[in-house]
């Protein structure tokens, strides 16, 4: 007997009401979070999750590299548990390697949601905690080749069982991490988000029913899936292939990173085939498959549906062919510290596969890298400290416009950096500069946007890790644009002779000692010859060109 067709009243109510919930969640967390890289950087995701692991919703402004990956962790729970296993007040912790590929600081929370007695659906949310022990601190560290260096692994544990709290496990937590006064507050402020999350949905149900509540969402599903097609139906049929590649792994400097993808257009339905991809390496530059689905997934949505909500029915006609033993699909046990650094080039690389068959809508490549900082030590009193924050850079010129300036990365979406005053407050740091970076766009018809120069200088003595990529294989032009300014970070110093650094881990910073980061453009789109005179006037008059790179790239002449 089919399911009755579901009002298309109650479907925009329910539409809008599930995204509504997820976004609640998401202030929720943010208002009570410990550590700015929740509340003020925004590096979480909050969502539904049906009892079959599928999304029915995702806040807005969520990590786009989170897209619609929450599920796996629920599914491994109701693996473990079965449906019947879980109990009104229950709570999940759960990050580990295997499941979630992603490094442990992605702990994720979530709790089911029951009405009248029957299990529903579950709320989760994912977000990053500043630590979570073992020998990687903060951001960008090469020096682990295994995961069992990188901190507590939690599979599908219960933190709290029916209400009642898991004092053993909150005590291994407790005395396991750096900073645990941040990394337990963060962790009730993911359980308060689940908890309203599910009150929310529960009160849905309740209102309109089990049975109308998800034909509804099988609805929203459907439509978005019809909207998807439509879009993939207008690219021509093809196979479509495209390389780059990263600088190294962070261990072995002289070898580059494969990065090497075939596209499938074949009627309404994609595929994104990383058999090619570089073997995994002995360092924690490595991913589980989620990191080459989400690579898939973000390319694929900013393609076919950008204005959608995040949802199961998003990436229906997506298939991502990914064998094991690749970096963005590492065997378990593989040191995956680095999980995100090849996710923005591999993100550009599909992009450019795509640009013969939409060659008016793909834009040049991007700044290419993840793109932060991490200062670490101990302030005057003794106690320690943890800086991490993230950069922008320039985003590649495309067809009708200039690229964005300062603007993160693909994989970071609507996060943001931390205020440079809230960094000063918090840190014996102090930040100089914090501007655009002049002749950092690549040339073309359509400048690519500026990358930033910042510069911190250490009020304390403590260390840096620097992790710059993209420098050998800058952010590429299309349709005759040009490359842009590719990362790079120098170290001064009263002591010793300037540094230039790509990467380093826990590199040694006496007190005043300084740090300037010059993170990377955008490609430029076009031919530069065809830019006009009125844009690089004002490039000129902003100082976003100097005039020496606008005479040799572009041909201007002060007197014309």
């Known amino acids: 007997m089919t399911k009755p067709a579901a009002h298309p009243i109650t479907v925009e109510v329910v539409r809008n009401s599930i995204v509504a919930y997820a976004d609640e969640m998401a202030n929720a967390l943010c208002k009570a979070a410990y550590n700015m890289m929740i509340y003020e950087v925004r590096d979480f995701c909050c969502g539904l999750i049906d009892t079959q692991g599928r999304m029915i919703s995702q806040n807005r402004g969520g990590l786009p590299i989170f897209l619609a990956d929450?599920?796996?962790?629920?599914?491994?729970?109701?693996?473990?548990?079965?449906?019947?296993?879980?109990?009104?007040?229950?709570?999940?912790i759960m990050n580990h390697g295997e499941v979630c590929g992603q490094?442990?600081?992605?702990?994720?929370?979530?709790?089911?949601?029951?009405?009248?007695?029957?299990?529903?659906?579950?709320?989760?949310?994912?977000?990053?905690w500043v630590d979570i022990g073992g020998m990687r601190i903060g951001f960008g560290s090469s020096l682990t080749t295994e995961i069992f260096a990188e901190g507590l692994q939690m599979r599908s544990l219960k933190i709290y069982e029916a209400g009642v709290r898991n004092e053993t496990l909150w005590q291994i937590i407790q005395d396991n991490v750096r900073f645990p006064d941040a990394s337990l507050g963060d962790l009730r402020a993911q359980v308060a988000s689940c908890q309203l999350g599910a009150r929310r949905y529960g009160e849905l149900v309740s209102r309109y029913g089990l049975e109308t509540v998800e034909s509804c969402i099988e609805r929203i599903w459907e439509q978005a899936d019809i909207a998807v097609r439509s879009v993939i139906e207008k690219i021509p049929d093809g196979v479509y292939e495209a390389e780059s590649a990263l600088d190294n792994d962070g261990r072995n400097l002289d070898q580059p990173i494969r990065i090497k993808?075939?596209?499938?257009?074949k009627g309404s339905a994609m595929s994104v085939d990383f058999s090619d991809m570089n073997p995994q390496t002995f360092s924690p530059l490595n991913s589980g498959k989620s990191g080459g689905i989400a690579a898939a997934r973000v390319?694929?949505?900013?393609?076919?549906?950008?204005?959608?909500d995040v949802h199961d029915g998003c990436f229906r006609a997506l298939d991502v062919i990914i064998p094991e033993g690749?970096?963005?699909?590492?065997?378990?046990?593989?040191a995956i510290g680095l999980w995100s650094i090849a996710l923005p080039t591999t993100i550009d690389t599909i992009l450019k596969a795509l640009a013969p068959a939409l060659p008016n809508v793909i834009p040049a490549a991007h700044k290419g890298d993840m793109g932060g900082c991490s200062f670490y030590g101990y302030r005057e009193d003794g106690s320690r400290f943890l800086l991490l924050n993230i950069f922008g850079g320039g985003w590649g010129g495309r067809p009708g416009?200039?690229?964005?300036?300062?603007?993160?990365?693909v994989c970071q979406g609507d996060v943001r950096n931390t205020p440079v005053e809230l960094q000063e407050i918090r840190y014996p740091m102090l930040i100089e500069e914090h501007a655009l970076r002049e002749d950092s766009g690549g040339a073309g018809q359509y400048r690519g946007?500026?990358?930033?120069?910042?510069?911190y200088r250490a009020l304390v003595p403590c260390k840096v890790t620097v992790n710059c990529e993209r420098t050998k294989v800058p952010p590429w032009g299309l349709q005759g644009g040009g490359d842009a300014a590719h990362n790079v970070a120098t170290i001064y110093s009263a002591s010793v002779p300037d540094r230039i650094v790509y990467k380093g881990t826990e590199i040694a910073l006496a007190q005043g000692d300084s740090v300037t980061f010059l993170t990377a453009g955008g490609g430029g789109y076009g031919d530069p010859g065809k830019?006009?005179?009125?844009?690089?006037?004002?490039?000129?008059?902003?100082?976003?060109?100097?005039?020496?790179?606008?005479?040799?790239?572009?041909g201007w002449r002060a007197d014309a």
């Open 70 to 92: 929450l599920g796996v962790a629920v599914e491994d729970g109701i693996r473990r548990y079965g449906l019947d296993g879980f109990k009104p007040g229950d709570i999940m």
């Open 103 to 128: 490094h442990l600081n992605n702990v994720v929370i979530y709790a089911p949601c029951f009405v009248d007695g029957q299990l529903v659906a579950f709320a989760a949310n994912r977000a990053h």
């Open 261 to 265: 993808v075939k596209v499938t257009i």
């Open 299 to 308: 390319a694929f949505k900013a393609l076919t549906s950008p204005e959608l």
């Open 326 to 334: 690749t970096i963005v699909s590492a065997r378990p046990g593989a």
């Open 401 to 409: 416009e200039d690229g964005e300036d300062a603007s993160v990365s």
């Open 449 to 455: 946007g500026l990358g930033v120069r910042i510069t």
């Open 531 to 554: 830019r006009t005179k009125a844009n690089l006037k004002n490039d000129l008059d902003q100082g976003f060109v100097s005039p020496e790179k606008a005479s040799a790239l572009y």
